[in-house]
């Protein structure tokens, strides 16, 4: 940490003047935080992050995946490959290594007038265009966080309200037990009172066509996202309850047409000693994007061109035991299922997932990490129909 001490006379100079703060903060190394102070303000600056570097080694049971498909990148439940006939290919081995994890996140923490005031951006570079495995690896970077927040308000974009981060278990993969964890960060307005938080977000739905022929990302609903969260924590661990209400809408040339939507999650994570136990279990009737990586959609156009919303339900357990100071493992099981009316999606749409995985992971000083981590995961459809992936990661990550 470095505070007005650590300056030259040259750098504590007022905040107000930003061409110099900004110079004085590019010099300074990536791990280095700086307190500075104008004539009003108290205002600390941040960089952060981790470096990361993953290896794959993934075996497909059924066909096999494009270069630049995301599922190479990291676990995606919907990217399996399932054979539906006996003319498709043999499944595929491949092997594959990126740094695209490694992110980089700068914050500012401000004490005004009694009342304070937080910035936070964070970038990474999964999941973008730009660049190629042939000649740079140069990949574009992608906006992951970027919020405001005052008091016990907070407006921007980060973590939905609807999903614990705290209860998600340690994994070499991006996610995880991706099938069954309520992950999604967008825009909203959020307000923390207590245990309890309340928020407005961003709305989006996704919309299978009839048939099962494809999906509609439909930005058309009229009303926010609504979700209500309560956070328990004790000796014991920690527990969160949220509830999710919806509006799914799809209004173009062709359809016009609204519903309502819902979902409940529950989450936490229980100590044993140094070890613990962490889980999430989720139930909705149009959660579809909020959960499993948009493994389902939140609803299907029926026979005469209305929303059906689409239940689903999932969750996982995981086991984190430190075997020493320094070496660590965590056996997860995660399971999601959709309860699709088939009569509209057809029996293509994914009924099933689930997958196993487990770690192993050796910290020689405690910001550097080093491990492997076995996943084994199935996705079935409807018709009976389904695929298998096992996949061997090796990684190791620097936190700055």
Partial sequence: MFTNKHLTNAAKLTVGKSALAAALLLALPA?????????????????????????????????????????????????????????????????????????FNFSTLTHIDGHKVKTFLEMDFLATPGGNELVSNSYSPRLRHAFISYDNWLVGQTWTTFQNTGALPESLDFLGPAESTIFERQAMV???????????????SLVMNN????????????????????????????????????????DDANYDSTTSAYGVSVAGKIKLGADDIRFMGSYGSGMGRYIGLAITSDAVLDDKGDLEAIDSYGGFVAYRH?????????????????????????RSATKSADSIHLNLIYSPIKPLSIGVEYIRANRELENGYDGDLDRLQFSAKYVL
């Fill in 31 to 103: 791990t280095a935080a700086v307190k500075l102070k104008d004539a009003v303000n108290d205002t600390e600056f941040a960089f952060g992050g981790y470096m990361k570097v993953d290896a794959f080694w993934s075996d497909f049971s059924d066909g096999s995946l494009a270069s630049n498909n995301i599922g190479r990148q990291f676990y995606v439940p919907s990217t399996v490959p399932v054979c539906e006939s006996q003319d498709c290919e043999d499944g595929a081995t491949t092997f594959d290594g990126h740094t695209r994890a490694t992110r």
């Fill in 190 to 204: 959020r307000y923390s009172y207590g245990n309890w938080q309340f928020s407005l977000e961003n709305p989006e």
């Fill in 211 to 250: 048939g099962g022929n494809g999906r509609i990302d439909c930005d058309d609903s009229s009303l926010p996202d609504m979700v209500a969260r309560y956070n328990h924590d004790a000796g014991w661990g920690q527990l969160s309850v949220a509830a999710l209400l919806r509006q799914l809408k799809i």
């Fill in 322 to 346: 430190l075997w020493n100071e320094k070496l660590r493992s965590t056996l997860s099981y995660s399971t999601f299922s959709a309860d699709n009316k088939i009569e509209y999606t057809g």
